[in-house]
């Protein structure tokens, strides 16, 4: 009997940490069969979109609303009658979202990929870009080889296969926190990806799916837990917008994400005096935001602030929410990525 190549164990993984989340009973249990609607995720952000009739019914966390067809010169525009501020505009696998005056990141069907979509590895280096049925391919001292290609999704649990026409060139994608090995930037899917019988992994979509759509509510500082009287929060918009609640007075500034880490820019805040304890907790939160260069998110859902590659502020997503880690690696390789699956 011919070995599995790496690339099918990592399929035999998958189809193993589903059947194994079936039979645990100390979690909550992720919803694998198909939805009544079509679920999407905005960054962090699940949404649900239901069909009823010409209008559509959007769920965002407990909060719903009816949104009636308008006019559009491509795709598909959806308005609330009661709230100018409410608008659901989709084109093909992908929508924007803006929810009572707040605009949310892209939103993706979840189980496809948003195009551009891009992946990457190290040792050696690669990287591949789907974009409209084509799949670049880059490789050192190689030019760029285009070839068509596309995505299918594999299942409810979100895992994508984009196979070339030829079937030269196959790449699974996989939800969950994947570590640049070079940079440790986190990108959002695990990528294991086959090249003629050659089998390289690595790391795809974009790091800012990870902190933006959500609110994140900060439960630690400098490995200090907050006061029980304090709530701290955070919030990464879309367009490179940083705020949130320090305490006692709400904060912002810029944030910009390169290819080594974050960059959070000068803080401004309002001028609330509060009691001593808070004001000086309050500061602590500062002083650490300034100096953060980088950021990870933990398989149990964390979001870690870094500074000098160490946590400094310690956050987690504040709403219906979980992360769950299905690993079998003892079953497989112990080099294989574990298996990070979000779901709401």
Known sequence: ?????????????????????????????????????????????????????????????????????????????????????????????????????????????????????????NEPFWSITLHHGQLALLQPGESEQVIAANQ????????????SDDNSISALVVPGVCNDTMTGMPYPYHVAFNLAGRELKGCGGQPEQLLQGVHWQVVEILNQPLHADSSLSLSFSSDEQLSGDA???????????????LDVGALVTTRRACDQALMQQEQTFLDALSQVTGFDVTLDGQLWLLAAEQPVIVAQLHGKHTARLMSVMALLDQDLPPLALVFE
């Open 247 to 261: 305490g006692c007075n709400r904060f912002g500034a810029q944030y910009s994400l390169t290819g080594e880490g």
């Open 1 to 121: 009997m011919k070995p599995l190549s790496k690339f099918n164990k990592l399929l035999l993984v998958i189809a193993a940490a589903l059947i194994l989340s079936a039979c645990s009973d100390d979690v909550a249990e992720p919803t694998l069969a198909a939805p009544e609607g079509i679920q999407m995720h905005c960054g962090q952000q699940w949404i649900t979109v239901e069909y009823s009739g010409e209008e559509i019914v959007l769920q965002l966390g407990d909060n719903s609303m009816a949104l009636q067809p308008a006019m559009s010169a491509s795709g598909a525009r959806f308005e609330s009658a009661s709230d100018d501020d409410t608008v659901f505009w989709s084109k093909g696998n992908t929508a924007q979202l803006r929810w009572k005056g707040q605009q949310y990141p892209q939103c993706v069907v979840f189980g496809t990929l948003a195009e551009p979509f891009q992946a990457r590895g």
């Open 152 to 163: 299918q999704s594999m299942d409810t649990a979100g895992q994508v296969l984009i196979e």
